[in-house]
């Protein structure tokens, strides 16, 4: 990757990841996995949190399949693609309401790159109380140093 920028992920709603799409985030790696994932209504918290993990856990852009009927070999790919491990990848933005379904799992990462972002969709209005980077920013201040 030497020369070359990191890449923005997005987890999130059809209507938002399609949005970033078209303008311009989309990419696949050397390995042809995507930057991004569609939560679609059926997608399980645990695929959620597999995928946060390891963006893009079947080939495509859409998680909709069961584990259960899935190949075992192409399920154990998963390791493989860890996302919060890619060299590739500096920002994720997630809508702030899937972020709540895995809220264990973003709070776990204490690392600064890749930064998690958490960002409104259509249907959910941003709340600044639920957002963990803002908490955290929160705590690193006083009230006299925002003065």
Same mark, same amino acid.
């Given at each position: ?6 890449? $923005?992920?997005? #987890?999130? %709603?059809?209507?938002?990841?399609? =949005?970033? /799409?078209? *303008?311009?985030?989309? +990419?696949? @790696?050397? &390995? ?12 399980? $918290?645990?695929? #959620?949190? %597999?995928?946060?993990?390891?963006? =893009?856990? /079947?080939? *495509?852009?859409?998680? +909709?399949? @069961?584990? &259960? ?17 890619? %060299? ?60």
């Amino acid at each position: 990757m030497a020369g070359r920028g990191k890449l $923005i992920a997005v #987890i999130g %709603d059809e209507d938002t990841v399609t =949005g970033f /799409l078209l *303008g311009g985030i989309g +990419e696949l @790696n050397k &390995n042809r996995h995507p930057n991004f994932l569609v939560v679609e209504k059926d997608t399980t $918290i645990n695929e #959620i949190e %597999d995928t946060f993990r390891s963006l =893009g856990s /079947l080939p *495509g852009s859409v998680v +909709e399949a @069961n584990p &259960n009927q899935c190949d075992p070999p192409l399920w154990d790919e998963i390791d493989s693609r860890q996302f919060l491990n890619r %060299d590739d990848i500096g920002i994720i933005l997630i809508n702030q309401y899937i972020a709540e379904m895995v809220r264990h799992a973003l709070d776990a990462h204490q690392q600064s790159i890749p930064a998690v972002l958490e960002i409104p969709s259509k249907e959910h209005p941003y709340d600044a109380a639920k957002d963990s980077i803002l908490r955290r920013a929160r705590g690193m201040f006083t009230a006299e140093d925002l003065r």
